[in-house]
């Protein structure tokens, strides 16, 4: 299939619901394909992460969205998103990541452990008191991620289901292409986002609380270190990618698991496996499927040249499959040697919150599986129409019976021993 077919396939309806087909179809023409005249697809592990790390490539700045995106500044979802730190370079992308960095260091994601596993068990117990089938996205993978999130920026626990379909509705702004109809969507959720967060911020400034709200509000009042357009577009975004990514980590994760009794039962066993599971999972079938760049200055990757100004739509889910770095990449196996997705990317832009999206997944796994021993797919499950943000959005589960915890001895991954 012509590269520009196959492109045109991945962003069809059939193609966003199961992209690894589409994936291979390009890879057969190399690890990096010309598409377009300006039109680059990354497919290769190598290249890929070498471009994210490539300070030759940034994301889209203000004078390519006006090349490319007329009108853009009219979109309050684009606004919101080509404010925050997503889609800024340096200088001053540097500048806000610093600012919220604070929020995500590796002392501060430890001490989380045991509030994410409470919060977890009490997910838990909701579903056993359920009556039937319950929907595990709406249950648990929604829930956990957005109320540890929200617990950091200071959001109020009452208000948390209203961010569910706010964010569903602005994170179609970052699919690859986008209707008029889905932007007036994203528009619409943008918009009730920034509402909501402009309050938020009002109510720090007469009451200062110990979360990152009140750090940024006072970074941005105490002299030009941030805008009023980058606070409210940097909160938005820290909220959004705070519980999306691992909503679609567990949802994706959940269902790779029962399709894998084997190896659930190891996971169930032996919960110190989890971090070597989770990050197999991320590889496996990636929450995030792409990301995009813009190029400064000629490059060759994949011996293909790349002028200034070529847009490279990097495929980290394909990248993940890429069998020269793992051999038989379609089989989940969290026995991998050296297991390193790319599914928070790489570089400057590598995921502000990825080691607390893998802390909540690797706490999340083991205790549903131990706690629902009968845990199965209840029904047919619900894919988002999404390539950029893989998930589904309904999922439904039977929940068994509650066992008691199992220790038994067993065996690392990364050493000889059973296939899942």
């Known amino acids: 299939m012509d590269p520009t077919d196959a492109l045109a396939l991945l962003m069809s309806p059939e193609g966003r619901l199961d992209p690894y087909p589409t994936y291979e179809r390009l ?18 592990y190598a290249e890929a992460d070498a471009i994210l790390r490539d300070a030759r490539f940034g994301v889209m700045d203000d004078a390519l ?15 919101s998103i080509s404010r925050s730190m997503l889609r800024t370079n340096p200088p001053d992308h540097s500048r806000m990541r610093r600012l919220a960095a604070g929020a995500f260091t590796p002392r501060r994601i430890a001490a989380m452990r045991d509030v994410v596993r409470a919060q977890a068990d009490e997910l838990v117990d909701a ?5 039937g089938p319950v929907d595990f996205m709406t249950a648990f993978a929604y829930p956990l991620p957005v109320g540890v999130i929200c617990a950091l920026l200071g959001v109020p626990a009452a208000d948390r289901p209203l961010f569910r379909r706010w964010a569903t509705d ?16 994203a528009d619409r959720g943008a918009t009730e986002l920034r509402g909501y967060f402009t309050e938020l911020v009002a ?20 002299g030009d270190r941030l805008s009023g357009d980058e606070l409210l577009a940097n909160l938005i975004v820290l909220l959004v990618a705070g519980f999306e990514t691992t909503t679609n980590l567990l949802g994706n994760g959940l269902v790779a698991l029962l399709d894998h009794p084997r190896a659930a039962a190891a996971l169930r066993e032996r919960s110190d496996l989890a971090p070597a599971y989770v990050d197999e999972l991320l590889r496996y079938d990636s929450p995030v499927q792409l ?17 200034p100004e070529s847009w490279v739509i990097v495929l980290l889910g394909a990248a993940n499959r890429d069998p020269r770095r793992y051999p038989d990449p379609a089989r989940f196996d969290p026995w991998r040697a050296q297991i390193a997705p790319l599914s928070f990317g790489a570089g400057p832009h590598y995921c502000l919150g990825a080691a607390l999206a893998r802390l909540e997944a690797q706490v999340a796994f083991p205790l549903l599986l131990r ?42 991954p990364g050493a000889a021993g059973p296939t899942p």
Request: cysteine-free; aromatic content about 4%; overall charge positive.
């Open 27 to 44: 890879r057969a023409h190399g690890p990096v394909v010309q598409a377009g005249p300006v039109f680059y697809v990354v497919t290769g």
């Open 65 to 79: 969205r006006d090349q490319f995106m007329p009108g853009w500044r009219e979109s309050p979802a684009v606004l």
């Open 127 to 131: 579903m056993l008191a359920a009556d």
């Open 170 to 185: 602005l994170t179609g702004v970052l699919e690859p292409e986008i209707t008029a109809d889905e932007l007036a969507v």
């Open 203 to 222: 109510a720090r400034r007469r009451a200062p609380a110990d979360d990152l709200t009140t750090a940024l509000v006072q970074a941005h009042d105490g």
């Open 291 to 307: 990301t995009s760049r813009m190029s400064t200055a000629p490059s060759r990757y994949g011996d293909v040249d790349l002028p």
């Open 371 to 412: 706690r629902l021993p009968g845990l199965a797919v209840a029904g047919r499950p619900e894919r988002r129409v999404r390539l950029t943000l893989r998930g589904h959005a309904t999922l439904p589960v039977s929940v068994g019976r509650e066992a008691a915890p199992v220790t038994v001895p067993g065996t690392r």
